[in-house]
């Protein structure tokens, strides 16, 4: 199961370009987020060129302007392939949680202050960007990475009055469904509105066929752990990044 969920991860947040490499996928999206510019060890065929390999990666990723970027899961092939790239100095980053929360467990949002599109729409992309101080350029990759995924994708935003507080994803595959991108505008946090959006998406999730949720959370980012944590949220494996800027 822990490898199905590291599947529709990649699968819910996708890159511009991707291929397959010997077993390892290589993704692309101008350098906006690890996971999209990042490379996964999914299989190896032969872990004798494993050095040979890492060094085409960096000469690819070098090509296009991007640092190179190994994502480390408990399911990467060569099993000691962290190792190798510590001892290549490549750097840790981002040491990140997978979480799981079986919806049935979720309570119902108290408000019906929320907006829900099937599709991307500019008013929530500029929330989005708005809200986590996106460039006009990521702005724009963020719109053709998820504009063009033909998963079950809602975009949230949750509003004070006529204010819109907090804003997210949520992206169906099978029966579960991933968040995305959830923040808050900065100056209304710690008021409860990212729980209150994550239980509107739960309930649209449970409405559309899910029975369990999934996340992501960067384990520095103490509170999003520690909502996570109040809602039920459980961790079932952890991940990390191997940085190694390029010259």
């Known amino acids: 199961m822990n490898r199905k969920i590291e599947e529709y991860a ?29 490379i996964s060890p999914i299989y190896n065929e032969n872990e004798q060129n494993t050095l040979d390999k890492i060094q085409y990666c960096e000469d690819v990723y070098s090509s296009v302007g991007l640092d190179t970027i190994f ?10 392939i962290d190792n190798i790239l510590n001892g290549l100095s490549y750097d840790v980053v981002d040491l990140s949680s997978v979480q799981i929360l079986d919806l049935s467990e979720l309570e119902e949002p108290r408000t019906n202050h929320v907006h829900v599109s099937y599709e ?55 029966n579960h469904v991933g968040l995305y991108d959830i923040v808050t505008d900065p100056k209304y946090r710690n008021r409860g509105y990212a729980r209150e959006l994550i239980l509107h998406i ?37 991940y990390w ?7």
């Open 120 to 174: 991307m729409t500019n008013e929530w992309l500029h929330t989005l960007a708005d809200m986590n101080e996106l460039s006009k350029s990521n702005a724009g990759i963020t719109q053709k990475l998820l504009s063009e995924s033909f998963l079950r994708k809602g975009f949230f935003t949750l509003y004070y009055d006529t204010i819109p507080v907090a804003c997210g994803i949520g992206v169906i595959e099978q």
């Open 10 to 38: 990649l699968n819910a947040w996708p890159a511009l370009q991707s291929f397959v490499y010997d077993g390892w996928l290589l993704r692309f999206a101008n350098g906006y987020t690890k996971r999209s510019n990042s």
């Open 241 to 247: 990044y191997r940085q190694k800027k390029r010259m």
């Open 71 to 80: 994502k480390i899961t408990p399911f990467v092939t060569p099993g000691n």
């Open 202 to 238: 739960g309930k649209w999730a449970k409405l559309n066929g899910a029975s369990h949720s999934y996340l992501l959370v960067v384990k520095s980012n103490t509170p999003a752990v520690k909502l996570y944590e109040r809602l039920g949220y459980q961790e079932i494996y952890s």
